[in-house]
């Protein structure tokens, strides 16, 4: 952790620059920067541009503009680097996503997987419905870890044996979760055959080197923390506290997307103010007994995260 961070709460918005942001994606932005503006603590913008064929700089930019326009600053990170962990974009951050994976190699619970895609989706059970791939452990060496994987060779992803094991934590939201990892998660990958980093890996490097001290995102990624929690046991630093919030939904019960043009940042902001967006946000969250028009800042006061109801989606 920075020296200078001790102490402070230091809270991040993570976004892929792969679209213009949603209004779920300021949902999540807003309770973030509240909570941290709130403790008087630190906010930083990290760009998660880890797939290359997706992320762009344009979008990033965006990003960075409607974040203004909004109000919501941030202390540190960006398009500008400026701050101590600099560079605040996942491209930039190989080398230390490297390091990391070496001292997992060291546990012994790393090993090679060959497997593409097309194998490990035929081996999947019919009842992952919700969309998670849980890998069956074909490549998995039959001895129990640590591994004596010897020479790798041929390109390979790199995976992580997971215990059969229930983590635990406390959400600020959702409340106590269990998470068996061998059954929610399985082996997972820290580093795809193509050399791509893997987020559950790049997030967990950064989120620690950055001295974050609570992550808030949406609940989609709600079981990801089991696996992240598990990483920062072994990496032996300290984990964040976590806080999941409800997705956004449009009045069709589908959630919002980047494809959703008509609760995009382009389209919304040529019709609402942000104390618009913003008083409206701010009253899904529970922050505020009605939704009329709020700037960001005259919400700091109020925040609190006991306000957010613990459902897996709102409709906007
Ligand atoms: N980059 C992720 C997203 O855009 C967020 C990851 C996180 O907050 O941990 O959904
Ligand atoms: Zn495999």
């Not at 797939?51 to 409607?66: K, V």
């Not at 960006?78 to 701050?83: H, R």
């Not at 035929?122 to 791939?133: F, K, L």
């Amino acid at each position: 952790m920075l020296e200078e961070a001790k102490g402070v709460k230091t809270g991040r918005f993570a976004p892929s620059p792969t679209g213009r942001m949603h209004l779920g994606n300021v949902f999540t932005a807003l309770v973030s920067w509240l909570s941290v503006r709130n403790a008087g603590g630190r906010w930083i913008l990290r760009i998660e541009d880890l797939d290359p064929q997706r992320s762009r700089r344009e979008y990033a930019s965006l990003i960075e503009d409607d974040l203004h326009w909004l109000g919501l600053d941030w202390d540190e990170g960006g398009l500008s680097d400026n701050g101590p962990a600099a560079p605040y974009s996942q491209s930039l951050r190989s080398e230390f996503y490297a390091a990391a994976l070496e001292r997992l190699r060291g546990t012994g619970l790393t090993y090679p997987c060959t497997c593409r895609r097309a194998d490990i989706m035929a081996t999947q059970a019919p009842h992952q419905s919700d969309g998670r791939i849980i890998y069956a452990g074909t490549c998995r060496p039959s001895a129990s870890p640590p591994f004596d994987v010897g020479a790798e060779s041929c390109p390979h992803a790199v995976r992580l044996y997971v215990p059969d094991e229930v983590i635990n934590f406390q959400d600020g939201v959702f409340g106590r979760q269990e998470c068996n990892l061998a059954d929610h998660c399985g082996d997972f990958v820290l580093r795809r055959a193509d050399g791509a980093w893997a987020y559950q890996l790049a997030v967990v490097v950064d989120d620690a080197a950055m001295g974050v001290t609570e992550v808030v995102r949406g609940c989609d990624l709600l079981l990801s923390t089991a696996q992240q929690l598990y990483l920062y046991r072994l990496l032996g630093v300290p984990a964040p506290a976590y806080a999941h919030v409800p997705l956004l939904c449009n009045a069709a019960g589908q959630r919002l997307s980047k494809r959703d043009a008509s609760m995009s940042m382009d389209e919304l902001r040529k019709h609402y103010s942000p104390e618009r967006l913003i008083g409206r946000l701010a009253f899904l969250a529970g922050l505020v007994a009605d939704a009329s028009p709020r700037s960001a800042e005259s919400l700091i006061g109020s925040f609190e995260i006991r306000g957010i109801p613990a459902v897996s989606a709102l409709t906007v």
